[in-house]
């Protein structure tokens, strides 16, 4: 797994009620973990970024003062200072970058000025419902922002044994696949492949018996090759393939649930004509519901609709 070199690692030192958190949440110590990791298997440079989201009223207080500077940025800095040493201690090339603005835009933009090939966040649970799984960065990183996006959430991994890539057979999936051989290599876990054939549309003449095994024998035969062009042999464990007839959201939500999956690896397709929106119908339905890490690769000529200025 060698094509990521240059790594955005989203860092959020801020808390609700603080400015400058005492301590790091959970889910941007997930984030800064998972940078690390890959950066060492990959060779690859990390940039630490953070974008300063002041309050109106704290930026007013703080200007009539005269320590706006000296305070946030200077603590800021520190900390992120520190995340640097640490990854050059540990044979990484590492650096980061401090801005001001909104951390999803700001972050999007510093991936269209530099080239990240990735950004890793960390995500919690907002709340009770199943639509608050994501919060909002994490969540505008997936749709907007256009490089893979690996949205990793506290604890997700320490006890799951399985990694799903879910594969419509596009290009693009095929570098999901290659991803997800590579993350399974290197974790040793469990390797599902998931494809999901939606047939029917309401139409029972185009759903029969005959239909659906050709289709499912099709299916298997194309993955099948996609997994020895990705050298799945390197896997400890033979890939698992599952091919089903459902609704795809749904059949995702399944597999994660009943094999323990830590992490989901899926690719994304910008809608023609519309910059910043996936596939709708089944990766907008099912982002927001997904309880697991998500590793989203997007398509090359991905239109972001942010812009550098």
């Given at each position: 797994m060698k094509r990521f070199k240059n790594i955005l690692v989203g860092v959020d030192l801020a808390d609700k009620?603080?400015?400058?958190?005492?301590?790091?949440?959970?889910?941007?110590?997930?984030?800064?973990?998972?940078?690390?990791?890959?950066?060492?298997?990959?060779?690859?440079?990390?940039?630490?970024?953070?974008?300063?989201?002041?309050?109106?009223?704290?930026?007013?207080?703080?200007?009539?003062?005269?320590?706006?500077?000296?305070?946030?940025?200077?603590?800021y800095e520190e900390r992120l200072n520190t995340l640097v040493q640490r990854a050059k201690r540990e044979g990484i090339k590492a650096s980061y970058v401090l801005t001001v603005g909104k951390s999803w835009v700001e972050m999007i933009r510093q991936v269209l000025k530099k080239q990240h090939d990735i950004v890793i966040v960390g995500t919690r649970q907002?709340?009770?419902?199943?639509?608050?799984?994501?919060?909002?960065?994490g969540m505008k990183l997936l749709r907007k922002c256009p490089c893979a996006v690996w949205v990793g959430k506290p604890q997700a991994d320490q006890n799951a044994t399985s990694i799903l890539v879910a594969d419509d057979l596009t290009p693009v999936s095929g570098l999901a696949l290659e991803l997800g051989v590579s993350m399974a290599q290197l974790q040793g876990a469990q390797l599902h492949v998931l494809h999901v054939l939606e047939l029917g549309m309401g139409r029972p003449s185009w759903d029969s018996f005959e239909i659906r095994t050709r289709a499912?024998?099709?299916?298997?035969?194309?993955?099948?090759?996609?997994?020895?062009?990705?050298?799945?042999?390197?896997?400890?464990?033979?890939?698992?393939?599952?091919?089903?007839?459902?609704?795809?959201?749904?059949?995702?939500?399944?597999?994660?649930?009943?094999?323990?999956?830590?992490?989901?690896?899926?690719?994304?397709?910008?809608?023609?004509?519309?910059?910043?929106?996936?596939?709708?119908?089944t990766a907008e339905r099912l982002l927001p519901q997904i309880p697991c890490s998500v590793l989203a690769i997007k398509p090359p000529g991905f239109e972001s609709p942010v812009a550098i200025d």
């Open positions: 009620e603080q400015i400058v958190a005492n301590e790091m949440s959970s889910a941007t110590s997930t984030a800064i973990e998972n940078g690390l990791w890959l950066a060492k298997h990959n060779n690859a440079q990390l940039v630490f970024f953070t974008a300063l989201e002041v309050p109106n009223y704290i930026r007013f207080v703080a200007e009539k003062r005269g320590d706006v500077e000296s305070l946030l940025i200077g603590e907002r709340g009770i419902a199943t639509s608050a799984l994501f919060g909002s960065t499912r024998a099709e299916a298997a035969k194309q993955l099948e090759a996609q997994l020895v062009r990705v050298n799945a042999t390197v896997l400890q464990c033979p890939a698992r393939i599952e091919i089903v007839v459902d609704a795809a959201d749904s059949a995702i939500l399944r597999e994660i649930a009943e094999n323990n999956v830590g992490l989901l690896v899926m690719a994304t397709v910008a809608r023609s004509g519309i910059a910043g929106i996936i596939t709708g119908n």
